[in-house]
């Protein structure tokens, strides 16, 4: 059996692929080794997959494409955490960005970008990224993700920046929420990223207020600009998204794309799928 799992910074999509042609479906916390030790993850495993998989079930290989995940260091952590939880099986542990990449290209070649709590992009040549414009993490990057979005926001209620009408859905949606407050999830508790990618649901719910359209289409713009027009002949390629904030979002971020000459090709909300469709087909 094969495990192929998609892990972001809130949650981990898995694929169990018999050898029959059976798929099963999994789903864990998410894994970052950047926020976790190798204990951490281990125990989640222990305590989330293992009471999903049928009695007798074990992986001959993983396939782990986890944020966070891009130097050897980061994978090495992950590594360990599943060698003691799957000591005979053959494990790779991949970026999340070449899952992607591999879910959105397949064997062609493009541009292949994230846009979910954090965002990411890449140059993929059919086999391989072969350029990445540093993504830097939501203090200093992640333009177009949810953390992006989350702090433009939040920022905008705290400061009374936004309209009233808006100011007083936000304080209801997000009862008791105050400088305090944030300042403290941002700086004192763990996973600071999501907390502040959660409030980036009310630009969507409100995406037809101007206000909020505006918000949403100048942070894609951003992204696209410090992002995607970096690369070599970035016109010449077809340009691909994939996650939450991109999905149900994708009528601005088609319209931010086109007022820059671009054309967006296809728009995944997850690439759980387009992932198990590559490794069936590649046999990888």
């Not at 989330?48 to 986890?66: A, C, K, N, R, T």
């Not at 590594?79 to 879910?103: Q, S, Y």
Request: aromatic share 10%.
């Amino acid at each position: 059996m094969i495990f192929i799992a998609d892990s972001g910074s809130t949650k981990t999509q898995w694929r169990l692929l018999g050898a029959d042609g059976s798929i099963q479906q999994a789903k864990t916390a998410g894994y970052n080794p950047h926020h976790q030790t190798a204990a951490d993850i281990r125990d989640n495993l222990l305590q989330e997959l293992l009471p999903q998989l049928s009695d007798g079930i074990s992986p001959q290989q993983i396939h782990f494409y986890g944020a966070g995940c891009s130097s050897e260091k980061s994978k090495s952590i992950v590594r360990m955490a599943f060698r003691e939880v799957f000591p005979e099986a053959d494990i790779t542990i991949e970026h999340d960005l070449l899952a992607a990449a591999r879910a959105l290209c397949g064997s062609e070649p493009g541009i292949a970008c994230i846009l979910g709590t954090g965002s990411n992009s890449c140059l993929y040549n059919g086999a391989e990224i072969t350029h990445n414009i540093p993504a830097l993490g939501w203090i200093l990057g992640d333009e177009g993700s949810g953390s992006d979005l989350g702090r433009r926001v939040v920022a905008d209620f705290l400061r009374f920046n936004m309209p009233d009408h808006l100011s007083k859905a936000f304080a209801e949606a997000y009862q008791g929420v105050t400088v305090d407050e944030v300042l403290d999830r941002i700086y004192k508790q763990p996973f600071p990223k999501p907390y502040i990618a959660s409030f980036a649901r009310f630009l969507n719910t409100h995406l037809q207020d101007p206000w909020c359209y505006q918000h949403v289409y100048d942070s894609f713009r951003s992204f696209l600009e410090k992002n995607v027009c970096k690369y070599p002949d970035y016109q010449q390629h077809k340009l691909h998204f994939v996650g939450s904030v991109a999905y149900y979002n994708s009528n601005v971020l088609r319209k931010a794309a086109s007022d820059l000459g671009l054309r967006v090709h296809h728009v995944l909300e997850s690439p759980i799928a387009g992932l198990t469709l590559y490794h069936q087909q590649t046999k990888v």
